[in-house]
């Protein structure tokens, strides 16, 4: 049972340029979530998505960021205009559907951005 | 918001010692989340717990959440080289999915 794919697992992009991340959560898995750890800092929680709905864009930044889960397809994460301060590692976790209180998020091994 | 607070920072321990990592919040913990990340790659998970009280163990780890359940720790008998990376915490303060992380511990074990 593979686990959760992210791809690519490296990203570099200039300045001004667009970044596309993807995420394919485990098989089963109805519920994504997308979080960035900026260097020497923790890992903050950015989105939650259910399959064609954004749950929580709590921790999303107001511009340029933007997230979707298809109905067919992976998860995407997308940055539009870069900037050095989007540099980090963007994770995905997955999840099965909840019940109360239990949901183990399985995490893929991240894309690395880097904006020169 | 809630806050975690994991010491120590950084462990380095000779192989075959015990270590113990802490993970202390600001808020009470609905459920608390360990994962070890290995540098460049991403989260393993290890254990949740849920319940004040509650001790999970799993080879070598074993962690534990207090009564209060403002306080995890999680204890590795025994540690071995393959045991070195960045322990995390994460806790969910009570949306069922929003996870906070701390900073994490990086743990050495020296052969």
């Known amino acids: 049972n593979a686990g959760v794919m992210q791809n690519p697992r490296h990203l570099v992009r200039r300045r001004g340029q667009e970044a596309r991340l993807r995420c394919s959560p485990m098989?089963?898995?109805?519920?994504v979530y997308w979080y960035r750890q900026l260097p020497e800092e923790g890992l903050k929680f950015m989105v939650y998505?259910?399959?064609?709905?954004?749950?929580?864009e709590s921790g999303m930044p107001k511009e340029r960021f933007s997230a979707e889960f298809p109905k067919e397809g992976p998860s995407i994460l997308r940055i539009q205009q870069v900037v050095r301060g989007d540099s980090a590692a963007y994770f995905c976790?997955?999840?099965?559907?909840?019940?109360?209180?239990?949901?183990?998020?399985?995490f893929g091994p991240g894309t690395r951005l880097t904006v020169t | 918001s809630q806050e975690l607070e994991q010491s120590p920072q950084s462990l380095i321990v000779q192989e075959g010692k015990n270590l113990t990592i802490n993970c202390t919040s600001s808020?009470?913990?609905?459920?608390l989340y360990w994962y070890k990340q290995k540098y460049g790659e991403g989260l393993i998970f290890l254990m949740m717990?849920?319940?004040?009280?509650e001790e999970k163990s799993h080879e070598k780890i074993t962690a534990k959440l207090d009564e209060k359940k403002q306080q995890s720790s999680l204890h590795i008998t025994a540690s071995q080289p393959s045991h070195a990376g960045i322990y995390l915490c994460?806790?969910?303060?009570?949306?069922?999915?929003?996870?906070?992380f701390g900073k994490g511990t990086l743990l050495t074990v020296n052969p």
């Open positions: 976790a997955s999840s099965t559907r909840m019940s109360a209180g239990v949901h183990e998020q399985y």
């Open positions: 098989k089963g898995h109805s519920h």
């Open positions: 998505l259910q399959k064609e709905n954004i749950i929580d």
């Open positions: 808020k009470t913990l609905y459920g």
């Open positions: 717990l849920q319940k004040g009280g």
């Open positions: 994460g806790a969910d303060a009570g949306s069922n999915y929003k996870l906070t």
